[in-house]
């Protein structure tokens, strides 16, 4: 889960018509709209302290977060460069600048603005957490469980450090930690997305279905649906024999992130398992070409070795 990080703002002493004073307020309203998750408002309000005084760097900072969430990163970019070369002190952008760079699967980039974030603030655990995060999308899981240890360390009970130490688990097939970090996420985040997509994925892989599609329709209902809800959600209806929920999320899945390979993979099997060889032989092929995860390129040539289709190497 990527953090907004809330920054305050000392207001200048003066009369309330000075620049520094309106400045200040705008970007203080700008704050409690980011916070909200309203975001198109609080990019509003801090180009407004920003026209009051052009040096806030916690406004473009601010401004670039926003941006960020609404996935508009090349923008967010040349806020938080602004930010940077306002205040080259400011952690907070190079931590920013880091989620950005990792949601643009740039994950080498992002340890680096993690690395410089956490030499101006040592032991940041919000920063921890997502250089954690991003050492997991580097498939480094010794230095994710590392980082995410020491992010529970300084910030105790943070729901995200212990969401992405079980997206680690996880992988290592180690369920019962990943789904007791999953869960106690929860217990300090109820409403957060993240954890219930992922117990999703957990409970699917232990073969417990019906507690997977509980917590999948969880995740959408609370976060509006990202593509790996909808196909955590897809594989639970695959393995339940509810075919055509199954191919239905497997599409919305796709339709919101086409770059989302492991739903690529799913759909062509589940295509080929239904018969409609075509279909799923082009979705396997993609993902052959997609190259970017060796495990799912190699099932899908099993797959379609079984059909006795040719398969590209």
């Not at 997502?130 to 910030?155: E, I, V």
């Not at 993902?287 to 398969?311: F, H, M, Q, Y």
Request: include cysteine.
């Amino acid at each position: 889960m990527k953090t907004v990080l809330a920054l305050t703002l000392t207001l200048a002493l003066g009369g309330c018509n000075t620049p520094g004073f309106q400045a200040g307020l705008a970007y203080g309203r700008g704050t409690t709209q980011l916070n909200a998750g309203r975001y198109e408002a609080a990019i509003e309000l801090f180009t407004q302290a920003l026209q009051f005084d052009s040096d806030l760097a916690v406004a473009y900072n601010d401004r670039g977060l926003a941006k960020y969430q609404l996935r508009r990163f090349d923008e967010a970019l040349v806020d938080l460069n602004a930010a940077m070369r306002k205040n080259p002190r400011l952690a907070a952008a190079y931590n920013n600048r880091g989620m950005v760079y990792d949601a643009i699967g740039a994950a080498k980039e992002a340890i680096g603005n993690y690395d410089e974030a956490l030499r101006i603030a040592p032991g940041d655990g919000i920063t921890l957490s997502n250089r954690g995060l991003a050492w997991y999308h580097m498939r480094d899981d010794d230095r994710a469980l590392s980082d995410f240890t020491a992010a529970l360390a300084a910030k105790p009970g943070y729901p995200n450090a212990y969401n992405n130490r079980g997206m680690v688990f996880l992988r290592q097939g180690h369920i019962d930690q990943a789904v007791s970090d999953f869960r106690t996420a929860l217990e300090a985040a109820p409403r957060m997305r993240e954890p219930h997509v992922n117990l999703a994925n957990a409970f699917d892989q232990s073969g417990k279905y019906d507690s997977a599609v509980a917590h999948g329709r969880m995740g959408i209902q609370i976060g509006g649906g990202s593509a790996t809800a909808h196909n955590n959600l897809g594989m639970a209806f695959r393995h339940l024999a509810q075919h055509d929920s199954a191919m239905a999320h497997f599409d919305t899945a796709l339709a919101r992130d086409p770059r989302l390979v492991v739903a690529l993979s799913n759909r062509g099997a589940l295509l080929l398992d239904l018969g409609r060889t075509a279909e799923g032989r082009r979705d396997l092929e993609a993902v052959i070409a997609n190259g970017t995860r060796p495990e799912l390129s190699e099932d899908a040539r099993v797959r379609l070795r079984k059909i006795g289709a040719r398969v590209k190497h």
